[in-house]
Structures are given as C-alpha cells and as structure tokens.
C-alpha cells in the first residue's frame, strides 16, 4: 500500500478536530518538563495529557484564538483583542482541576506565576504549540509558527510565549524570540523561559498613514 504523505500546509483547526490534536499535543508533550510536573506518572501521562489538551482547545481556544492545524501538529494563538476572553471560566477550572488530581494545586500555584510575569503591553500570546515526535524535523511545528507569526506581524503585534524545555528555546530563537525571563515556578517545579518577539513589520494601516 502507497504511503499517504504528511502535509505540513496549516489549516483552520475546528471542534471537530479536539480528538486528533489532543493526542496530538499528547504526544507531543509527553517530555516537556512542565508537563512531566504536572503528570508525573508514566503510565498514565498520555491519557491524562489528552483530556487537558482537549479540555483547553474545546472549551477556551476554539472560541477565542486563533487555532490551526497540520496533519501531525498544533496551535493555538491568542490576539491581543482577546487575551481577557482567552481564560478559563469556573466550569472549566474544575475540569482541569479533576484531570489533575493532587497536582492541580501545583498547577494553580504555576499558573499564578506566570501571570506575574506576563507583559502588560498589547502583545498576541503563543499559548501552545506541538509535533508528534514521529513528525519531528518534517517542518510541520515550523509551518504552523510562520502561519501564525505572519497573522501577529499584519497586525503589527508583538509575541510573547513560555517555555519549559530549553532545547526549544534556540528553535524560537530562529524566529525572532528573545528570552525576557527565566522563572522558577514554585513548588520546586521547572524553569519556565518567557520570551518576546517584536514585529517585523508594521500593519498595512499605519504604513498608508503616513
């Protein structure tokens, strides 16, 4: 049987497609620090990774980011106009908390530090974004981040996202990142590395303006 290629071009991701880029993301996550942190234990990572991903892609990204897709990676972004719209309600709060079990505190306690370290300035967020490890170095991640940091730069906005797992940061460093901070979240979890990006080029408007 003929191999179907993969096909790294981005696409609208919609709620339909909450089951394939959980496990997705799953996969994708299954080594980052934080992640580890978060679902220490081996045998059930993957399951437990799913239920999150699929919980935050259906329940707060669909409807307030920017999502899209390729046939083995993900993301979600965030517009700077929607970052108040972009968080958890009470309902899905509790959902995390159960897919999280003992460690939810953990997670609130990371999630409240990182607040304190978020910029204030009008900025689009890169809230997450992931391979299938069995896609990696098939430029599928690379795509999805062009796609999304061209929409950001028309909008003549900066970015900025987190990191925990520093052999990702020389691969956001390719693209104009630059680390702000390095913050030790409580709890004596990981390193989180914020980064920012300015845009490279000023929207349509602004230029016609002058």
Same mark, same amino acid.
Not at 5 to 21: E, G, L, R, W
Not at 88 to 114: S, Y
Not at 156 to 181: C, D, I, Q, T, W
């Given at each position: ?81 929607? &970052?108040? #719209? ?10 995390? &908390? ?14 409240? #530090? ?36 061209? #929409? ?40 989180? %590395?914020?980064? %920012? ?14």
């Amino acid at each position: 049987m003929a191999r179907v290629p993969i096909t790294n071009m981005p696409k609208t991701a919609a709620i339909d497609d909450a089951q394939p880029i959980s496990w997705i993301l799953a996969r994708a996550f299954d080594d980052d620090p934080m992640m580890r942190w978060f679902f220490p234990e081996d045998t059930s990572r993957e399951a437990a990774l799913g239920r999150y991903f699929a919980t935050i892609f259906v329940r707060q990204y669909v409807h307030h980011g920017v999502c899209e897709r390729t046939d083995a990676a993900a993301a979600f972004w965030v517009p700077a106009e929607a &970052q108040a #719209k972009a968080v958890p309600d009470a309902e899905t709060i509790q959902e995390l &908390q159960n897919i999280l079990g003992d460690r939810a505190r953990l997670f609130g306690a990371a999630v409240e #530090k990182a607040a304190e370290h978020a910029p204030r300035e009008p900025h689009w967020s890169l809230a997450v974004i992931g391979a299938d490890p069995v896609a990696r170095g098939q430029g599928q991640g690379a795509a999805l981040l062009r796609s999304g940091l061209a #929409k950001a730069d028309a909008a003549g906005a900066p970015v900025h996202l987190e990191s925990s797992k520093p052999s990702n940061l020389p691969f956001y460093e390719h693209f104009g990142f630059a680390v702000r901070e390095e913050v030790r979240l409580p709890g004596e979890g990981p390193v989180l %590395w914020t980064m %920012w990006r300015e845009p490279r080029h000023r929207p349509a408007e602004a230029r016609r303006g002058e």
